[in-house]
């Protein structure tokens, strides 16, 4: 089930209209008007211009660092001589910010990326940051799955990833979607986006139990099967296993609890202490601040220091 519609997944990591090329007939619209709404850098260079190959993928690396304060605009002055010839520029590198559609700054060669980073700082400093916005745009995402409509949910998360795909909370919320929707193969694509260095993520790592919690409850069977196997033997411990795991795939957490919580009152040793591990998987699974996970953690700690 494809919850949304992305191929195999968010790969972008650079917003479409971040970092572009202008030309004479463009430039008013590319800088002049998008500078209203936030400053742009116009780069000015030429094909043949040894210190603009330099300054570009350095610019290039701050201005995507920067997440959307700030766009870059990048002008062949050979091609378009006429606006560089208007503004007086009679050397490049040179690269001019743009602020409410006026110049506003600039600097001249290729300066190190610490230069340029200052320059950016300084351009927009005081401007909110687009942190905050990402930040509101999750929190919409975590209401809308609150709120039992993982679509759209997924729709936001991937929103997220279209501008930064290596969000952490964005790709771990979509790939919970994508478990929630039962679409197990597009959550593995979602969270093999994720760097290895950051797989032990409390978010992805939450995630990544509840995908393998998935798997294990396709193979245990049908719910009604193992509740008339249970009904029939109370002691058939692994029947009542089972059963928690083909319960919390289906979203009845509580009860899940109550059977493992059954197994480890009635024999804490069985399969090697296996009831309390795999209510512990759940926890970890649900979050701390679940209701379930609250109210099994106390029952589980009754039950152990009784």
């Given at each position: 089930?494809?919850?949304?519609?992305?191929?195999?997944?968010?790969a972008a990591?650079?917003?479409?209209?971040?970092?572009?090329?202008?030309?004479?007939?463009?430039?008013?619209?590319?800088?002049?008007?998008?500078?209203?709404?936030?400053?742009?850098?116009?780069?000015?260079?030429?094909?043949?211009?040894?210190?603009?190959?330099?300054?570009?993928?350095?610019?290039?690396?701050?201005?995507?660092?920067?997440?959307?304060?700030?766009?870059?605009?990048?002008?062949?002055?050979?091609?378009?001589?006429?606006?560089?010839?208007?503004?007086?520029?009679?050397?490049?590198?040179?690269?001019?910010?743009?602020?409410?559609?006026?110049?506003?700054?600039?600097?001249?060669?290729?300066?190190?990326?610490?230069?340029?980073?200052?320059?950016?700082?300084?351009?927009?400093?005081?401007?909110?940051?687009?942190?905050?916005?990402?930040?509101?745009?999750?929190?919409?995402?975590?209401?809308?799955?609150?709120?039992?409509?993982?679509?759209?949910?997924?729709?936001?998360?991937?929103?997220?990833?279209?501008?930064?795909?290596?969000?952490?909370?964005?790709?771990?919320?979509?790939?919970?979607?994508?478990v929630s929707?039962?679409?197990?193969?597009?959550?593995?694509?979602?969270?093999?986006?994720?760097?290895?260095?950051?797989?032990?993520d409390a978010?992805?790592?939450?995630?990544?139990?509840?995908?393998?919690?998935?798997?294990?409850?396709?193979?245990?069977?049908?719910?009604?099967?193992?509740?008339?196997?249970?009904?029939?033997?109370?002691?058939?411990?692994?029947?009542?296993?089972?059963?928690?795991?083909?319960?919390?795939?289906?979203?009845?957490?509580?009860?899940?609890?109550?059977?493992?919580?059954?197994?480890?009152?009635?024999?804490?040793?069985?399969?090697?202490?296996?009831?309390?591990?795999?209510?512990?998987?759940?926890?970890?699974?649900?979050?701390?601040?679940?209701?379930?996970?609250?109210?099994?953690?106390?029952?589980?700690?009754?039950?152990?220091?009784?």
């Amino acid at each position: 089930m494809t919850i949304v519609e992305q191929g195999t997944g968010p790969a972008a990591t650079t917003p479409p209209d971040l970092i572009k090329d202008t030309t004479t007939q463009t430039f008013v619209k590319d800088v002049i008007e998008e500078s209203k709404r936030q400053p742009v850098l116009i780069d000015f260079w030429a094909p043949w211009c040894g210190p603009c190959k330099q300054l570009t993928p350095v610019i290039e690396k701050a201005v995507r660092a920067a997440k959307g304060r700030v766009k870059l605009v990048k002008m062949n002055i050979d091609e378009h001589p006429a606006i560089p010839g208007q503004m007086g520029i009679q050397s490049i590198p040179a690269v001019i910010a743009f602020v409410n559609g006026q110049p506003a700054d600039g600097f001249m060669g290729a300066v190190p990326e610490s230069q340029v980073t200052a320059f950016i700082d300084k351009l927009t400093q005081g401007m909110p940051s687009p942190e905050d916005d990402v930040t509101l745009i999750l929190n919409e995402a975590e209401a809308a799955m609150a709120a039992g409509d993982p679509a759209t949910a997924a729709s936001i998360y991937a929103e997220v990833l279209g501008v930064d795909a290596t969000n952490l909370t964005a790709l771990a919320g979509l790939a919970r979607c994508y478990v929630s929707a039962g679409a197990l193969e597009q959550a593995k694509q979602t969270l093999a986006m994720v760097p290895e260095s950051k797989r032990s993520d409390a978010a992805i790592s939450a995630v990544q139990t509840m995908l393998d919690l998935a798997e294990q409850a396709k193979a245990v069977g049908p719910v009604t099967e193992l509740e008339q196997k249970v009904a029939a033997n109370p002691l058939d411990h692994q029947s009542r296993f089972d059963l928690a795991v083909a319960l919390n795939a289906s979203g009845k957490r509580s009860e899940a609890a109550g059977h493992l919580l059954d197994i480890v009152k009635r024999d804490r040793k069985w399969d090697d202490d296996g009831a309390r591990k795999k209510l512990v998987q759940f926890f970890e699974a649900w979050g701390p601040d679940d209701d379930a996970t609250v109210d099994g953690r106390k029952r589980l700690s009754t039950i152990l220091f009784s």
